[in-house]
């Protein structure tokens, strides 16, 4: 099992910016991506960002590309999600997710594990 826990989450305006965290504890696996997805009001948990074990590849949805930036450390077992020039469209809730594959999916359904979510607010 793998537990993961995010934070950074909060309320701020238009054109701020946040840095949410994602820390790994547990079985930690020799190989496997993360990835971001959020989830606002009566909406669908959708994809955000990605990165695979090794943070040589990454994959942006359309909506947050050239906004938002994933990382990881894996000597940390935390990835994070730097996310700039906030709309108050990226109001969700953010959960981060894991899964051991080699390749980074978008579908909620290839993850095997997620957070507990962080509450990220945009005013307009």
């Known amino acids: 099992q793998v537990q993961l826990v995010e934070s950074g989450g909060g309320l701020v305006q238009a054109g701020g910016s946040l840095r949410l965290s994602c820390a790994a504890s547990g079985r930690t696996y020799s190989s496997y991506i993360t990835g971001w997805f959020r989830q606002a009001p009566g909406k669908g948990r959708e994809f955000v960002a990605g990165?695979?074990?090794?943070?040589?590849?990454?994959h942006y949805a359309d909506s947050v590309k050239g906004r938002f930036t994933i990382s990881r450390d894996n000597a940390e077992n935390t990835v994070y999600l730097q996310m700039n020039t906030l709309k108050p469209e990226d109001t969700a809730v953010y959960y981060c997710a894991a899964a051991s594959r080699d390749y980074i999916f978008i579908s909620r359904y290839e993850y095997d594990y997620w957070g507990q979510g962080t509450q990220v607010t945009v005013s307009s």
């Open positions: 990165i695979t074990w090794s943070a040589s590849n990454t």
